[in-house]
């Protein structure tokens, strides 16, 4: 944990934007942001920019085990948060890693789909996702697409997000977020802890400028989570780190451009 010398330490596990919006380049922006020192393990290369990926390499999985472990045997990690991991295979060697390392703050973002439209998981690997990972973690954060990928719901309306979420707990997760920003009207972000619901509402910002928003939010949970937050300050935390970073967000190539990660220091 933190002390006057030493920041909490958050490990993202996800794969590589060449592009810089997305990816363990969002999530490192982000933990260094929020004072967290962001460490990093990476499970795929993507050739990737603000229009879209024209090219992905899965990382072998020893390699991935072995970055982990590195990274924790010497480092440590107060909270992990996880993003592509793109196939079984690599699911289930991060879900075996956090086991033998007993992590208790684990942020499951179920990257599926980038900002562009292009697929980053393939199917194979969703009901791994749910066997593996779902068990092991402290919060997941699905937007629309994703939690109807995980539990096989169609959601349309907020009784159909609380179902999906109870869903979803049901597969073992203490906590699940069920991300607004694909409905219309205000961006309101479900969290459901198995216990109680709790929404977080901000107004919707015109912006192009978006990609890498999910593994920002993932990320500045984490964040949170690794300063000793509970999960629902760790959540309204991320929602106005987002927010803002998407206000405060300049035009970056020719697509979606990336968040303002550095918002309050320049």
């Known amino acids: 944990m933190a002390t006057r010398n030493h920041p909490p330490v958050a490990m993202t596990i996800a794969g590589s934007d060449s592009g810089g919006g997305a990816g363990i380049q969002a999530d490192l922006k982000t933990f260094a942001a ?55 295979a690599i699911v289930e060697t991060v879900a075996e890693a956090v086991r033998r ?3 208790v703050n684990l942020v499951v973002d179920p990257v599926m789909v980038a900002k562009s439209g ?15 990972l779902l068990p092991l973690a402290a919060v997941v954060t699905p937007n629309i697409p994703e939690a109807e990928d995980l539990t096989g719901q169609t959601i349309s309306t907020d009784a159909d997000v609380r179902r999906a979420a109870e869903s979803i707990v049901r597969m073992g997760a203490k906590s699940v977020v069920v991300k607004g920003g694909h409905r219309d009207g205000p961006p ?32 500045a949970i984490a964040a949170g989570l690794a300063y000793g937050l509970d999960t629902p300050a760790a959540v309204a935390q991320a ?15 020719q697509g979606h451009g990336p968040l303002h990660h550095f918002h309050a220091f320049w």
């Open 34 to 88: 929020l004072g967290v020192f962001g460490t990093s393990t990476l499970t795929a290369i993507t050739a990737q920019n603000t229009v879209g990926v024209t090219a992905v390499h899965e990382v072998p999985t020893a390699v991935i085990t072995a970055q982990i472990d590195a990274v924790i045997t010497d480092i440590g990690a107060d909270a992990v948060k996880t993003g592509m991991l793109s196939s079984r």
């Open 101 to 103: 390392h007993a992590i």
């Open 118 to 132: 292009d697929r980053l998981l393939r199917e194979e690997a969703i009901s791994a996702i749910c066997d593996s």
């Open 188 to 219: 309101t972000d479900v969290l459901y802890d198995g216990e109680r619901f709790l929404e977080f509402t901000t107004e919707r910002i015109p912006s192009r400028n978006t990609h890498g928003t999910g593994c920002t939010f993932a990320s």
């Open 239 to 253: 929602k106005e780190y987002v927010t803002a970073a998407i206000r405060a967000a300049y035009p970056i190539g």
